[in-house]
């Protein structure tokens, strides 16, 4: 194997022999001339430290893959990342309802900037780092030996882009592998039927992560009038339906989203005629049900991220406490808002303070009742807590 060897910048050996998996171009001594993908062991005074891959257009110019200098970066080394990442789903996911989880979770998984959704038997496989290019056909063929009845992979790239958490673009989609797989896949997750645009939808085309707290809202639905903002294909709304909810109104800016959101609800018996969908700003519907005097029993915040970059961050924050001020005044007493956020740089301490600051400025007292993050097929290394992306709250007035 012929790997380039790379100085690391005095004092950071320290950094990745903790575990970290990235390396920043300014911690390099030198930036070689050399093609996206080669395998690069990283060195402190001459001795090795960890062995990754390269990529010259990031500002993560290296991101590694192992601190075994006896492990080389092969066919049989990403096979046996996907294998073990497939062993932990099977033995953490109660999978005898649900068919669609994150089998690839980048750094979480030992693959950083991999990104693979199992939707069905058909799986989407989104690269990071034009430093995976060449891994490519690699990781399929770890595929399509390690996943029991794959039907076919879906090619949707992200090259360059560092914001894996953060992603919510609609890259058109290419068939890696298998048959062409149909426009809309249908899925279960929790005994409950979604369809899923893998082809252009956003992420990966639906939201994986959000899977444990979509059925939290099934409990807590019943008997309740629920507004879920920023609805996006129905996930909440369906299953605060099935749960035993009054009502329940999707707002989302994208039509699409709401006609999906739509078939969502046909799909499994509930009838859209009694609920209502709404194309439509959901901060201007907010304001229209405050001057209405209408108000909920539940309210869900998803929003998309509003931190894409560090400088936004104090931005994202004062948006998060606005929003759910925003919420706070068409809440009934007694009433629950589930809020979330799906900022990394936003820390949970932050969303939390917006939240704190919200409920200040509405003149609402709210306790936390339910408090989570990542699902465990969106495992988080503890050496890596910029992975600790998703959190989301439940609070009641009190």
């Known amino acids: 194997m012929n790997v380039v060897k790379l100085e690391l910048a005095r004092g950071l ?17 030198h930036v070689p001339k050399i093609p996206p993908g080669c395998v690069v062991d990283l060195t402190e005074n001459g001795k090795f430290v960890a062995r ?7 500002a993560i110019a290296v991101r590694v893959l192992t601190r075994d200098a006896r492990e080389a970066v092969d066919a049989a080394f990403i096979t046996r990342r996907v294998r073990q990442a497939l062993a932990g789903r ?21 693959l950083p900037g991999v990104v693979v959704d199992l939707y069905a038997g058909w799986a989407v ?18 595929l399509k030996a390690g996943v029991p009845g794959l039907k076919g992979v879906i090619g949707r790239d992200e090259v360059g882009r560092d914001d894996v958490d953060e992603d919510e673009g609609r890259g058109s989609g290419k068939m890696l592998y298998g048959h062409e797989a149909p426009e809309q896949i249908a899925i279960r997750e929790r005994g409950a039927t979604f369809l899923v645009d893998a082809w252009r939808g956003q992420k990966t085309g639906f939201f994986l992560d959000q899977r444990e707290n979509r059925y939290l809202i099934r409990r807590l639905a019943k008997g309740r009038d629920v507004l879920n903002c920023f609805s996006f294909s ?41 609920h209502d969908f709404l194309a439509a700003d959901v901060f201007k519907i907010i304001q229209s049900f405050k001057e209405e005097g ?9 929003p998309p991220a509003f931190a894409k970059s560090q400088r936004a ?8 406490a606005s929003l759910n001020r925003q919420a706070l005044g068409i809440l009934r007493p007694g009433g629950l808002l589930a809020t979330a956020s799906c900022s990394a740089r936003v820390s949970p301490l932050d969303f939390m303070g917006a939240v704190r600051e919200a409920s200040f400025k509405a003149g609402v007292d709210l306790a936390l009742v ?29």
């Open 125 to 142: 496989m989104k690269l990071y780092s034009a430093g995976l290019t060449p891994y490519r056909p690699l990781i399929l063929e770890a």
């Open 294 to 302: 209408r108000t909920f029993d539940l309210i869900i915040l998803d």
């Open 90 to 110: 099977q033995a953490l996911i109660d999978l005898t309802d649900t068919d669609s989880y994150r089998l690839i979770h980048g750094e979480g998984d030992g």
């Open 313 to 320: 961050v104090q931005a994202a924050i004062d948006g998060y």
């Open 234 to 274: 129905g996930g909440f709304s369906v299953n605060a339906a099935l749960g035993g909810a009054n009502s329940v109104f999707s707002v989302d800016l994208d039509p699409d989203a709401i006609a999906l959101a739509r078939e969502n609800f046909t799909r499994n018996g509930l009838p859209a005629e009694k």
């Open 13 to 29: 050996g320290r950094h990745l022999r903790a575990g970290h998996p990235w390396v920043f171009r300014k911690a390099l001594e």
């Open 52 to 58: 990754g891959y390269y990529d010259p257009h990031s």
């Open 370 to 398: 339910e408090e989570r993050y990542q699902p465990p097929d969106h495992p988080v290394r503890l050496q890596f807590p910029e992975g600790k992306y998703l959190k989301f709250y439940v609070l009641q007035s009190v």
